[in-house]
T-cell receptor, first 113, second 107 residues
Framework: DSGVTQTPKHLITATGQRVTLRCSPRSGDLSVYWYQQSLDQGLQFLIQ???????AKGNILERFSAQQFPDLHSELNLSSLELGDSALYFC????????????FGPGTRLTVT | SQQGEEDPQALSIQEGENATMNCSYKTSINNLQWYRQNSGRGLVHLILIRSNEREKHSGRLRVTLDTSKKSSSLLITASRAADTASYFCATDAKLVFGQGTRLTINP
């Protein structure tokens, strides 16, 4: 158990819909990272927040957005969903602003039908 | 292209044998990390090696780093069925993971 929690575990929704994925980092960790893993694209970094502020941005689509709240939990919002958004979405956390050692959550499996 | 690229893409060996996988990267780094992912699960941090280190050990894991060649290798000795997983490298320079090496240990 990494100490990182993600909800929900599974999500099935239709194209065009909007969903919110939630992540709680390990106690004491200030950074949260979001990743998307699909079979054909591998593990793609989406975005990082550190202590409430956006710190790094990866291949995150404009239809996706995220935020980190004062209690350090984070939410990833995915809108206008497409079939290709079906994937595993992982959240990870680390103590500081640099990704020296990340702790990954169990992931949310999103299926868009 | 990816900052961390693992090679080979897949590796299948017999239990008890050693497994070696490689990672190449493109820019200067402060450290390089190896992670393991069991099917459908989150990644687990295995080991971090800093740019001023050439070799590091952790249990049955041995990691080497060659900054002149921008490459690293992960050696798993005396493999076990439980080592079956995908292995990824990542650097601090960019939050990019490669496609990983899928390691299968056959009993």
């Amino acid at each position: 158990d990494s100490g990182v929690t993600q909800t929900p575990k599974h999500l099935i929704t239709a194209t065009g819909q909007r969903v919110t994925l939630r992540c709680s980092p390990r106690s004491g960790d200030l950074s949260v990272y979001w990743y998307q893993q699909s079979l054909d694209q591998g593990l793609q970094f989406l975005i990082q927040y550190y202590n409430g502020e956006e710190r790094a941005k990866g291949n995150i689509l404009e239809r996706f957005s995220a935020q980190q709240f004062p209690d350090l939990h984070s939410e990833l919002n995915l809108s206008s969903l497409e079939l290709g958004d079906s994937a595993l979405y992982f959240c990870a956390s680390s103590v500081g602003p640099d990704p020296y050692e990340q702790y990954f959550g169990p992931g949310t499996r999103l299926t868009v039908t | 292209s990816q900052q961390g690229e693992e090679d080979p893409q897949a590796l299948s060996i017999q239990e008890g044998e050693n497994a070696t996988m490689n990672c190449s990267y493109k820019t200067s780094i402060n450290n390089l990390q190896w992670y393991r992912q069991n099917s459908g699960r989150g990644l687990v941090h295995l080991i971090l090696i800093r740019s001023n280190e050439r070799e590091k050990h952790s249990g049955r894991l041995r990691v080497t780093l060659d900054t002149s060649k921008k490459s690293s290798s992960l050696l798993i000795t005396a493999s076990r069925a439980a080592d079956t997983a995908s292995y990824f490298c990542a650097t601090d320079a960019k939050l990019v993971f490669g496609q990983g090496t899928r390691l299968t240990i056959n009993p």
